[in-house]
């Protein structure tokens, strides 16, 4: 309600003084919020360029392979720093081999790339939902670096078949890993469960719903 006795010229004033300073806030906002967006990825930029810049030791490699738990839990920082340089890295490789191998069968460049682009952003959200929800139960840096470890079995995704079986040996690889950074079974279990049941069941539930949509046509 607009007070009595107050010029018009005056209620005026106040209105637009009302506006800029709301736009003011909001401008203060987005850009508190734009920096934070920034810092987030200049930091994780920062992360990934300073993993793929250990080299990996073939004697560690090999001990991983055969006792990812003990191997794991018996390596320090920089050790596992190369674990997880190793993870990204064949990740990487797994993605390029397979681009090479469907265009190769007559796959286009452009299906192929979508397909390991939704790969890449499920092992980034994988990544991401244990580095939040298990950040109480071990370091934040231990955890980004169990998580990418894991990673390694990506290697082998070739075909689409092969990639089903790199997402079961990942997820049973990042277990031994979380359980190697010190989180207890039930944790380690849990992580899992969350990071990727979340995508296994949304992949099953387009399965479903494409197929219920066949159905109907």
């Known amino acids: 309600m607009l ?17 800029r300073g709301a736009v003011a806030a909001l401008f203060l906002t987005w850009r508190l919020l734009l920096t934070r967006a920034f810092g987030l990825v200049a930091d994780t930029a920062r992360r990934i360029t300073g993993a793929l810049s250990y080299r990996p030791r073939p004697r560690l ?34 993605a390029l081999i397979a681009g090479a191998v469907e265009r190769v069968g007559g796959t286009p460049l452009s299906v192929s790339a979508g397909a390991w682009l939704g790969v890449a952003l499920w092992a980034a ?4 939902i244990v580095s939040y929800v298990g950040r109480d139960l071990a370091g934040r840096r231990t955890l980004l670096a169990a998580s990418v470890a894991a990673l390694a079995p990506y290697l082998i995704a070739s ?8 997402f079961l040996l990942s997820a049973y690889l990042m277990h031994e890993t979380l359980r190697g950074a010190g989180v207890d079974d039930r944790g380690a279990r849990t992580l899992v469960a969350f990071s990727f049941g979340a995508q296994a069941l949304v992949v099953v539930a387009g399965w479903l719903l494409g197929g219920v949509f066949v159905l109907v046509g």
């Open 3 to 19: 007070a009595r006795g107050v010029p018009p010229e005056g209620r005026e004033a106040g209105f637009v003084s009302a506006v």
């Open 61 to 94: 490699l090999l001990a991983f392979a055969r006792a990812p738990r003990a191997t794991f839990e018996a390596a320090d920082a920089a050790e596992r720093g190369r674990l997880a340089a190793f993870g990204l890295r064949a990740f990487i490789a797994g």
């Open 125 to 128: 959200a994988r990544i991401a």
């Open 159 to 166: 075909t689409p078949a092969l990639r089903v079986v790199a």
